[in-house]
């Protein structure tokens, strides 16, 4: 089981970025995918969130700013982020895990490498 993410880079405060997340080696239909972010001396945090229903869950600090997207059918996974801050700078990572209860309190089992966004001033 492979999660694979990309699109990271260096953005200028203001500006978009799109991530996206692959997975391969099972389907994933039946789990829970998002985005969590670890910038440097901070513990890592849940972003985004979707499940197959298309229910979606958003960290207070990215509403409005960011949107997870996905396709069940193809395993992937995205993140559209506008609007970015120097605030949002960290290294990103996508992970699995299977449902249940709340969106937010997903076991997430399974995690892709980080990929690096930069925000400058």
């Known amino acids: 089981v492979q999660l694979q993410a990309s699109g990271g880079g260096l953005v200028q405060a203001g500006g978009s970025l799109r991530l996206s997340c692959a997975a391969s080696g099972r389907t994933f239909s039946s789990y829970d995918m998002g985005w969590f972010r670890q910038a440097p001396g901070k513990e890592r945090e849940l972003v985004a969130a979707?499940?197959?229903?298309?229910?979606?869950y958003y960290a207070d600090s990215v509403k409005g700013r960011f949107t997870i997207l996905r396709d069940v059918a193809k395993n992937r996974m995205s993140l559209q982020m506008n609007t970015v801050n120097p605030e949002d700078t960290a290294v990103y990572f996508c992970?699995?895990?299977?449902?249940?209860?709340?969106?937010?309190?997903?076991?997430?089992?399974?995690w892709g490498q980080g990929t690096q966004v930069t925000v400058s001033s």
């Open positions: 979707i499940r197959w229903s298309g229910a979606s």
């Open positions: 992970a699995a895990g299977p449902i249940s209860g709340l969106l937010p309190d997903t076991r997430w089992d399974y």
